[in-house]
């Protein structure tokens, strides 16, 4: 699963830390999603959704092979 979380952060300009606080998680975790080694829950998937105000589909998209 790709996902356009680094760019969303860009936009807003904030860190990987502030938006780990944002929603609830370590810093690590935002990272490890961004370089796509962690596919997150629908909660935290819907958490970000939140954050950046844009639907998941939007933040979220499959690749080839998923």
Request: glycine share 4%.
């Amino acid at each position: 699963m790709e996902n356009r979380i680094k760019i969303e952060r860009a936009i807003l300009n904030i860190t990987q830390d502030d938006l780990a606080k944002k929603i609830g998680v370590s810093r690590q975790t935002i990272n490890s999603i961004e370089a796509n080694r962690y596919v997150p829950s629908t909660v935290l998937a819907l958490k970000l959704s939140a954050v950046f105000n844009k639907p998941v589909n939007e933040i979220f998209h499959l690749s080839e092979g998923d």
